[in-house]
């Protein structure tokens, strides 16, 4: 289950959803699980490190639609470090608790990923570094974006009218150069 919960589609629902309740939230937080989606596709290709060879999941006896679901959600695709599960969903929890700032969400921010966490290496989908870089790579993209989205630093303010538009520019030449699964989709959902 709290290998499901990772899956950047998940946050990317979810995210999706808060866009309807809190337009500016939502974004913001749609924002940051692709851009941080976006890093871990760069990252993963980048340095090539494979996965663990012996998965545990069986999927003998079990109906198509939920082998579907498995294969899609929690059969890891790629490169392993740094592990997206991981990644994704310490950057969704830390950033909605740093939006939010209530002590449920900080909890959350904490507990959820490191469950995703182990369960990817409880699967064998990942190992222990895997995991913890690709916490510490989430973590750090939410303390950004906190930073880049709250203007929190007076002189930031001029800086984001300039930095955000070259960002995403260089995200679009990125993803016209490289050929890394699913890194078009992302740049253009980032794009939009």
């Given at each position: 289950m709290f290998?499901?919960?990772g899956d950047e589609l998940v946050y990317v629902a979810i995210s999706s959803m808060i866009v309807l309740i809190r337009r500016e939230l939502g974004i913001r937080l749609l924002s940051l699980v692709l851009i941080s989606s976006f890093l871990n596709i760069?990252?993963?290709?980048w340095l090539g490190i494979p996965r663990p060879n012996t998965y545990l999941v069986n999927?003998?006896?079990?109906?198509?639609?939920?082998?579907?679901?498995?294969n899609m959600l929690v059969i890891g695709k790629g490169p392993s470090l740094p592990s997206g599960h991981a990644q994704i969903s310490s950057t969704f929890w830390l950033s909605l608790a740093l939006s939010t700032r209530?002590?449920?969400?900080?909890?959350?921010?904490?507990?959820?990923?490191?469950?995703?966490s182990y369960s990817r290496?409880?699967?064998r989908m990942h190992s222990e570094v895997d995991?913890?870089?690709g916490?510490?790579?989430?973590?750090?993209?939410?303390?950004?974006?906190?930073?880049?989205?709250?203007?929190?630093?007076?002189?930031?303010?001029?800086?984001?009218?300039?930095?955000?538009p070259t960002l995403l520019l260089i995200t679009f030449i990125l993803s016209q150069l490289l050929t890394y699964p699913d890194i078009h989709l992302i740049a253009g959902l980032l794009i939009v």
């Open positions: 290998s499901i919960i760069l990252l993963k290709y999927l003998d006896g079990l109906p198509d639609i939920i082998k579907n679901v498995i209530g002590a449920l969400t900080y909890t959350c921010a904490l507990v959820i990923p490191i469950l995703t290496v409880a699967l995991v913890v870089i916490m510490l790579v989430g973590y750090t993209v939410s303390l950004v974006g906190h930073i880049m989205f709250t203007k929190t630093v007076k002189y930031l303010g001029r800086v984001n009218m300039y930095l955000k």
